[in-house]
């Protein structure tokens, strides 16, 4: 038997590509993982592991290019765009802009919701087999506001997730002040989405490949693609540091590194990298009940066991990983607008990471074959809400590749749709 050949090879070993890989396994597939690094070392270690319906609407929305104009000249604000000449960050912006009509967000938003929906579910799945501990708790989440212009967001959203059959509601400060006693709240109110959750995204990362390690799939870490051979219409090789390996299907989750490990088959997409940044506490004395977004501010607070993680902005520099202070501060600047009594550290206190979020410009995520590649799919371009559909982005993919119908149509993720 060829160690080196499988029925299912998969490069990049984040949340997405570790969800293909369990529901590969469970379908009877020869399954073998490789990862540049260790598993989980990329946007699946820090982010704010916020999960669920809640996340329905695109990044691409109807006013985000006027908002995201006058961020972009303010070094501590939501939003960046470092100037540079690039014709894929062009050509990326351009039909990101043309993806932000009414029209378009509303063709999305029942795509999007149904998605997520179905996660949540094998999250729940998941999280109750006994091989799997990973914080998952079905919490809820506030969306709190400051201003009369939040307040309207606010509103928007809430009305919008009734809408579409979710449990959401506008609360005042004292409400929010009840279901969060521990907390001096500044904030004048929130919008409480009642059906979301929030897990450990480094936990779940860990867990899941300690379970497909364990005799289930080939795992290759710190294993860097450098190349492939194509004949024919399909992959026949990709070539590592170690090894050379073969399969009957090539499926690329290497997130925000996706467009470059194509771009050596000669096949283009349009995914734009937006970094992040996190700051992860130690115990607080504060505790919170579930998970907090600052509406204005845009950022996330998450409660994961013990410790508390702040996460936000969107800044879109390339593949450009170094950690800008100033944006990291600004994220602890924000918190007391709205809490005056949480810990927050002091500047350089805390783990600070940053991580790669892949973006496409329509806010759906690739998800399926190539055209002219006929063993080769791709599982990518999630943007901010990567863990949240992670499961179910490795269940479309799985079940593609075995040959089962899925009752989600993959037709809007088509990855040549640009």
């Given at each position: 038997?060829n ?37 989980g070392?990329?946007?699946?270690y820090?982010?704010a ?43 990326w ?14 063709r ?28 998952f708790?079905?919490?809820?989440l506030l ?9 309207k ?19 005042d ?7 969060e ?19 450990i995204?480094?936990?779940f ?29 399909k ?60 509406s ?20 879109l ?17 924000a ?16 783990e ?39 499961p ?27």
């Amino acid at each position: 038997m060829n160690e080196n050949h499988s029925d299912v090879l998969i490069i990049g070993g984040g949340a997405v590509g570790l969800s293909v890989a369990y529901f590969a396994w469970q379908h009877g597939a020869k399954v073998t993982l490789v990862d540049k690094g260790q598993l989980g070392s990329g946007s699946s270690y820090g982010n704010a592991g916020l999960v669920g319906p809640r996340y329905f609407v695109p990044l691409a929305t109807p006013g985000v290019i006027a908002k995201g104009l006058r961020w972009m000249f303010n070094p501590e604000s939501p939003f960046y765009i470092k100037p540079r000449l690039s014709r894929d960050l062009f050509s990326w912006l351009w039909n990101f802009r043309k993806a932000c009509s009414r029209e378009r967000m509303e063709r999305s938003l029942p795509i999007l919701l149904e998605l997520n929906q179905e996660s949540y579910r094998l999250y729940q799945e998941i999280a109750g087999l006994p091989e799997f501990e990973f914080g998952f708790e079905n919490s809820g989440l506030l969306m709190m506001f400051n201003s009369e212009k939040g307040k309207k967001d606010c509103a928007y959203l809430a009305g919008l997730a009734l809408e579409y059959g979710l449990e959401a509601d506008l609360i005042d400060r004292d409400q929010v002040a009840q279901l969060e006693p521990d907390l001096k709240i500044v904030a004048n109110g929130a919008a409480r989405f009642k059906m979301d959750g929030h897990l450990i995204p480094y936990r779940f990362v860990e867990q899941m490949g300690n379970f497909l390690s364990n005799d289930r799939i080939r795992v290759l870490t710190e294993t860097a693609v450098s190349g492939f051979q194509r004949k024919n219409g399909k992959v026949q090789s990709v070539q590592t540091n170690d090894a050379t390996l073969t399969a009957d299907e090539i499926v690329v989750t290497g997130g925000s590194w996706s467009r470059q490990l194509l771009s050596s088959l000669g096949v283009s997409i349009l995914l734009e990298p937006a970094k992040g940044y996190s700051i992860t506490l130690p115990p607080s004395k504060r505790r919170l009940k579930s998970p907090l977004l600052l509406s204005e501010s845009k950022v996330a607070i998450t409660p994961m066991g013990d410790r508390l993680r702040f996460a936000g902005t969107l800044e879109l520099a390339g593949l450009d990983l170094s950690i800008n202070k100033r944006r990291v501060e600004a994220i602890r600047k924000a918190v007391p607008q709205y809490l005056s009594n949480l810990d927050t550290g002091a500047p350089g206190e805390g783990e600070v990471w940053s991580g790669m979020r892949p973006c496409s410009p329509d806010g759906l995520p690739f998800l399926g074959r190539f055209k002219d590649i006929k063993n080769l799919s791709i599982a990518t371009g999630h943007g901010m809400i990567g863990i949240s559909l992670a499961p179910i982005s490795g269940k479309l993919i799985a079940d593609n590749l075995a040959g089962k119908r899925s009752a989600i149509d993959m037709a809007p993720f088509q990855p040549e749709r640009f």
